[in-house]
């Protein structure tokens, strides 16, 4: 069975500061990795993958995570954050060959303060 | 483009009334699922389809049956509603491999009174 902590279920920050927004899982096979974002009263949309080889993932508006496989945590950073970028991050994990079935986290309100 | 379109987008329902919400996809994914949203919970699995005919229990399955007649629809359906089962309700739908991105309708917003 496959799990996601997320632990932080809210991260509020001022504008330009950094943030890391942290998830470990849980898994017994090979996983992809994802983290989404919802905007208020929106769906989900993807930020960011992590499939295979460099563990460095980049998203075009300036996050990144970092998959670490000893510590099974894929945590979420931005270098300076902006007021636009306040949201819910959810992290989710769907094992290789698996269908397609994504576990999320319980999520994490980003609060971007000016 | 449409990508996952959901209806209705809310609906409030009293105890014991049925409904279905649907849930309809353009994009040939053979993966399609439910998932309702609580807060502190984060999304739950509910149900899933990896193709036409084809569906499963998630997480989270009682109270609520699915149907694939189609690839391109998802149709979720509460037989008896209750107070338990309110909650913002998405539907996704991807390819089948799992290393590709989901795409999430906008959702739909129960309440059962």
């Known amino acids: 069975a496959q799990s996601v902590t997320q632990l932080d279920s809210q991260v509020p920050v001022f504008e330009e500061a950094p943030v890391e927004l942290r998830c470990n899982y849980s898994s017994s096979v090979s996983v992809y990795l994802f983290w989404y974002v919802q905007y208020p009263n929106q769906g989900l949309q993807l930020l960011l993958k992590?499939?295979?080889?460099?563990?460095l993932v980049e998203s075009i508006n300036g996050f990144e995570a970092e998959f670490n496989k000893s510590q099974t945590s894929f945590h979420l950073r931005k270098p300076s954050v902006h007021i636009s970028d306040t949201a819910e991050y959810f992290c989710?994990?769907?094992?290789?060959?698996?269908?397609?079935?994504?576990?999320f986290g319980q999520g994490t309100t980003l609060q971007v303060k000016p | 483009n449409a990508g996952v379109t959901q209806t209705p987008k809310f609906q409030v329902l009293k105890t014991g009334q049925s409904m279905t919400l649907q849930c309809a996809q353009d994009?040939?994914?053979?993966?399609m699922s439910w998932y309702r949203q609580d807060p502190g919970m984060g999304l739950r699995l509910i149900h899933y389809s990896v193709g036409a005919g084809i569906t499963d229990q998630g997480e989270v399955p009682n109270g609520y049956n699915v149907s694939r007649s189609t690839t391109e629809d998802f149709p979720l359906r509460l037989l008896s509603a209750a107070p338990s089962q309110t909650s913002v309700y998405f539907c996704a739908s991807s390819y089948y491999t799992g290393d590709t991105e989901a795409f999430f309708g906008q959702g739909t917003r129960l309440t059962v009174v």
């Open positions: 994009m040939n994914h053979e993966y």
């Open positions: 989710a994990v769907s094992g290789s060959g698996n269908t397609g079935k994504l576990i």
């Open positions: 992590y499939l295979s080889g460099s563990t």
